[in-house]
């Protein structure tokens, strides 16, 4: 499943430089994710990287967007694929 950010956000700018695949971005009023390149970091690290610095704890995972390990890995070499 890929991971949300709530309206919690303050805006503070630490998640996107952390995301390895640039699925962070500015919305219209906080930060937002796009759920077809989140990979929750599956690929790259153990750990969502976003929820480990968020000084507001406002990255959840997101309900409605469930996917499998398996599906996350093939989402990373995908868009890994499309870096190449």
């Given at each position: 499943?890929?991971?949300?950010?709530?309206?919690?956000?303050?805006?503070?700018?630490?998640?996107?430089?952390?995301?390895?695949?640039?699925?962070?971005?500015?919305g219209?009023?906080?930060?937002?994710?796009?759920?077809?390149?989140?990979?929750?970091?599956?690929?790259?690290?153990?750990?969502?990287?976003?929820?480990?610095?968020?000084?507001?704890?406002c990255?959840?995972?997101?309900?409605?967007?469930?996917?499998?390990?398996?599906?996350?890995?093939?989402?990373?070499?995908?868009?890994?694929?499309?870096?190449?």
């Amino acid at each position: 499943m890929a991971l949300m950010i709530t309206d919690d956000c303050i805006n503070c700018d630490v998640c996107e430089p952390e995301c390895p695949n640039d699925a962070i971005y500015m919305g219209p009023e906080i930060y937002e994710i796009n759920p077809d390149k989140c990979t929750e970091c599956v690929g790259h690290f153990n750990e969502p990287q976003c929820q480990q610095v968020c000084p507001v704890s406002c990255i959840p995972f997101n309900p409605e967007w469930r996917e499998t390990e398996e599906q996350l890995r093939a989402k990373f070499e995908v868009l890994q694929a499309a870096k190449a």
